[in-house]
């Protein structure tokens, strides 16, 4: 059910957040909506964020299963880039979609949006048509050196496609 409830729409809730309040209705209607998991009932806000921290946070000694906080969240939001590490404002995931600051406000919904967009918005269209990908990158890119940024150590986040 969850593939079902993180769609297009969810995406552009989150993305429209700021913008509309049907939208900031339709996004807390979903995130607290309860599915079973593993024969438990827990929210999609405790899904998503579980999954983030599975995708991003494991080298800050994440264990299986925790659920990202706003530390980890704030701690590995400058590491993801589309397509390839640099300082453009609209590869570096978190400056593209408006997220100045995360704090203990918005976590949840930068979570929200890197997942939703993953599984139905522009960047799951970009892997399947461009072969752009999510790519997670060293920390603190602002501080880097461009020559720090073109030869750092990345991995690319897989949404597991087969389609055509």
Known sequence: ????????DFYDAIVRFDLDEAAQD????????????????????????????????????????????PDEVEATADRLYIGRPSFDPSHWYRMKYHFPVIDDDNYDRFAALVIADLNAGPLREAVLHNGDMLLVGAADPLYMTSDERKNQEIRTISIGVNEK
Do not use: H, P, V, W
Not at 49 to 56: A, E
């Open 1 to 8: 059910m969850i593939q079902k409830l993180i769609n297009r």
């Open 26 to 69: 339709y996004y807390y209607k979903i995130m607290s909506t309860e599915t079973e998991r593993n024969g438990k009932m827990e929210s999609i806000r405790t899904q998503i964020l579980r999954t983030y921290c599975m995708l991003f946070c494991e080298d800050m000694g994440a264990k299986l299963g925790q659920i990202a906080g």
